[in-house]
C-alpha cells in the first residue's frame, strides 16, 4: 500500500491550552488557527473548551461569592 498522504502531526497539550485561552479572549492568530484546523484533534479542543467554561465559571462564581459574603 503506498499511501502518499502527508504524515498528520500530532498537536501538544501545550499548543492547544494556549489556543484555547487566545480563542477565548478573542485574540487567536489567523496562523495559529489554521494550524489547529489542520494538525489539531477536534476532541481535544472541544474537552478543553468544555474544561475552560467549567473553570472559569468556578472562578467567576467563587469571586461573586466572596465579594457578597464581605459586604455584609
Do not use: C, H, W, Y
Amino acid at each position: 500500500m503506498n499511501d502518499d498522504s502527508p504524515i498528520k502531526k500530532k498537536t501538544s497539550i501545550g499548543a492547544v491550552t494556549k489556543s484555547i485561552l487566545a480563542a477565548a479572549i478573542g485574540v487567536q492568530s489567523n496562523k495559529n488557527r489554521e494550524r489547529d484546523f489542520e494538525e489539531g484533534n477536534p476532541l481535544a479542543f472541544i474537552i478543553g473548551g468544555f474544561v475552560f467554561t467549567l473553570l472559569f465559571i468556578a472562578t467567576v462564581a467563587t469571586v461573586v461569592g466572596l465579594v457578597l459574603s464581605n459586604n455584609g
